[in-house]
């Protein structure tokens, strides 16, 4: 039988990945890149987490030929 407190935190840990997920998206539309690690993967009874350890957004001033820099 499913424990009922367990088929809620399921449902909210499904919610906060799409929310994670739509968020993450919209940053890389704006040309912002996360770099994250899942910790503490070695048993099924270590506890598990999602650490970011590097958030990042390229600015590019010119690109090719034509507006290259002066040599």
Same mark, same amino acid.
């Given at each position: 039988?499913?424990?009922p407190k367990?088929?809620?935190?399921?449902?909210?840990?499904?919610?906060d990945?799409?929310?994670?997920? $739509?968020?993450w &998206?919209? +940053?890389?539309?704006?040309?912002?890149?996360?770099?994250? =690690?899942?910790?503490g993967?070695?048993s099924? $009874?270590e506890? &598990?987490? +999602?650490k970011v350890?590097?958030?990042?957004?390229?600015? =590019?001033?010119?690109?090719?030929e034509?507006?290259?820099?002066?040599?």
């Amino acid at each position: 039988m499913k424990d009922p407190k367990v088929i809620e935190l399921v449902k909210q840990f499904n919610k906060d990945v799409k929310a994670l997920n $739509t968020t993450w &998206k919209k +940053l890389q539309s704006n040309d912002v890149y996360v770099r994250m =690690e899942l910790k503490g993967t070695g048993s099924y $009874t270590e506890e &598990k987490y +999602l650490k970011v350890y590097q958030m990042a957004q390229n600015v =590019e001033y010119f690109k090719g030929e034509k507006h290259g820099l002066v040599e």
